[in-house]
């Protein structure tokens, strides 16, 4: 699935949960086809989400759109999103915007995809 849309992002499988690896920060300028793969991959039947947060500094309203967005289509599913790997300052602004009680976030891949499978 991965395309040109998606340079900023590194995407990986394990069975049925997308891991998606920021390579820069979550703002309008990098997230150019991120939604549109979200949405296709969910119409594909995938709904369990990890975004590995490592090298993201910052988050602007269009990043918190598509954490939204994510959010619910994985709720629908019995699921929520998984966040690794994410700096304080970032969680802050989660705690802020209300999306913190609605995520789950862990310090490693391992922990989001044991919560996943469950």
Known sequence: MP?????YFKISYKNDIIII???NDLTLYYTEGLVNFLRKSISNNYYKFIFNMKNVKW???VGLGIIAFTIKS???FGKKLCIININENLIQLLIISGLYPILEIYDSEEKAIKYLNE
Do not use: A
């Open 3 to 7: 395309n040109d849309d998606l340079k």
């Open 21 to 23: 690896e920021m390579e």
């Open 59 to 61: 988050i602007d309203s």
């Open 74 to 76: 994985s709720l629908m």
